[in-house]
C-alpha cells in the first residue's frame, strides 16, 4: 500500500472511526475528510489527522479528494451513506452489520449494482490469525469435509448502553444478534464458504432490558435505568441452521445471560476439528489416530500476536481501491447472506416456525429518505 495516493473519508468520528483512520495512515493511504454531527467530534478528528471536516455526508462525498468512504455509524444510517458515497463513485467499507433491515441492505446492493464503486463489509474477524490458519490447514485437506459449526458470542452481563442507539429497534435493527452474533454468523457462513441453505430456525429472547434489578458487575451498559431508557430488541439469540449438503451451523447470540461468557467457535470435520475464540490468535486442531496405538491428535497453532482482523480488512479493501478491482472477501453478496439469515431468525422467532431464506430480486434504487431521518443522533457511533 505504501506509496499509494487513496484520500479516504471517514463517517462517524467516534472509536471505530479513528480506529480506521489510524489504520489508513498505517497502510500509507491519506484521511483526507471526516463527518460527524457533533462540533467536538469534528474537532478532534480534524486535529489528529488533518483532514477536513464536514456536518454531512453530502458534503464529503462529492469532495473531490475521496477516493473512498469508510462508514461507522449506526445501522440505520448505513443505506443513505452508502448509497450516496456510491452513487458518487466512491468505494465503500461499511461496519457490520450491512443494514439495519434486509430490504434496506437490498437497496444498498442495487446501488451497487448501478455504481463504478464497490461496497465491503466489515466483518474483520474473518482476518484474524486463527481463522487464517484455519483456512490454511483447511485448504490443505486436514479437516476433511466440515459437517457442523458451533459459533458463539455470549456475553455474561454485556448489554451496551440503554437506552443508546443499541438498545432502540428503529436505529439497530435488532439486539444481541445484529451486534455481535452477525460475526459468529458471518464467520461460520465464511468457513463454509456460504452453502445454499435450506431452513433456518430460532428464538430471539428479550430477558434483562426491562428489568430494575438487572446487575452489571463490570459497569457495561453504564448508569442502568429501566424504566428510562428505550430497550425493544433482543438481548440473546438462539438459533439452528440448514445447508442444502448437510452442513449446520448452531449459534448462539447474547449480551446478557446466566451462563459463562464465550466466543468459542468450534467447527467438525471429517477428518479432524477446530476450534478457537473468536478473533483469536490461537488454533486447536483435534484429530485422532489408529496408527500405532489408538491416540488422540491434538495440535495448538499459535498465529502473529500483531496480525489483526481490522488491519487485514483495511488493507484488503485500501488494495481494492488502489488496483480498481472487485473484493475477493467481504463482498456485498455474502454480506447480503448473512443479513437474509438475519432475517429468517427474526421471522422464525416470531412464527413459532423453522424459515427459508428469500433470495428475491434486487430492488431498484429508491428515492432518499427525508434528510432529517438520515441523520445519526448526536454522538452515535458503531460498536467494536
Keep these: 500500500m505504501n506509496g499509494t495516493s487513496i484520500g479516504v473519508g471517514i463517517v462517524g468520528l467516534g472509536g471505530m472511526g479513528h480506529h480506521h483512520a489510524r489504520n489508513v495512515e498505517e497502510l500509507g ?18 486535529a489528529e489527522f488533518n483532514a477536513k471536516t464536514y456536518e454531512t455526508h453530502d458534503e464529503l462525498v462529492v469532495d473531490d479528494a475521496v477516493d473512498a468512504v469508510v462508514v461507522t455509524t449506526p445501522n440505520r444510517f448505513h443505506e443513505p451513506i452508502t448509497v450516496a458515497a456510491l452513487e458518487a463513485g466512491c468505494d465503500v467499507l461499511v461496519e457490520k452489520p450491512l443494514a439495519h433491515t434486509l430490504e434496506s441492505a437490498e437497496r444498498i446492493a442495487a446501488a451497487e449494482a448501478e455504481s463504478d464503486g464497490f461496497c465491503m463489509v466489515g466483518f474483520h474477524n474473518r482476518h484474524a490469525a486463527s481463522m487464517a490458519m484455519f483456512e490454511e490447514h483447511h485448504a490443505r485437506g486436514r479437516f ?27 436505529l439497530s435493527g435488532g439486539g444481541a444478534l445484529l451486534d455481535i452474533g452477525v460475526h459468529a454468523l458471518d464467520l461460520a457462513l465464511y468457513a463454509l464458504d456460504f452453502p445454499d441453505i435450506t431452513e433456518v430456525s430460532g428464538i430471539a429472547r428479550t430477558t434483562f432490558g426491562g428489568r430494575e434489578d438487572y446487575a452489571d458487575p463490570d459497569g457495561f451498559g453504564d448508569n442502568w435505568d429501566a424504566n428510562a431508557e428505550t430497550y425493544d430488541v433482543d438481548d440473546s439469540v438462539s438459533a439452528f441452521i440448514r445447508c442444502a449438503d448437510g452442513q449446520t451451523i448452531s449459534l448462539e447470540a447474547a449480551w446478557a445471560t446466566n451462563r459463562e461468557e464465550s466466543m468459542d467457535f468450534r467447527i467438525r470435520g471429517t477428518e479432524a476439528g477446530a476450534q478457537f475464540d473468536i478473533g483469536d490468535t490461537k488454533l486447536q ?7 500405532g496405538a489408538d491416540h488422540y491428535t491434538d495440535t495448538t497453532c499459535t498465529g502473529d500476536t500483531g496480525l489483526t482482523g481490522y488491519l487485514e480488512q483495511d488493507e484488503r479493501f485500501l488494495t481494492a481501491v488502489a488496483t480498481g478491482s472487485e473484493p475477493t472477501t467481504n463482498t456485498l453478496d455474502e454480506a447480503l447472506t448473512v443479513q437474509r439469515v438475519i432475517d429468517a431468525i427474526y421471522r422464525s422467532s416470531e412464527t413459532g416456525q423453522a424459515e427459508s431464506i428469500e433470495s428475491r430480486p434486487i430492488p431498484q434504487p429508491v428515492e432518499k429518505e427525508a434528510e432529517a431521518d438520515q441523520q445519526p443522533e448526536a454522538g452515535a457511533e458503531a460498536d467494536l
Design 285 to 291: 486442531i483435534l484429530g485422532a489416530s489408529a496408527t
Design 29 to 46: 493511504a491519506t484521511v483526507v475528510a471526516g463527518v460527524d454531527l457533533v462540533p467536538e467530534q469534528r474537532e478532534r478528528f480534524a
Design 144 to 170: 476433511g469435509e466440515l459437517t457442523h459449526i458451533e459459533a458463539n458470542y455470549v456475553r455474561r452481563r454485556g448489554v451496551p448502553g440503554p437506552g443508546s442507539w443499541f438498545t432502540n429497534k428503529d
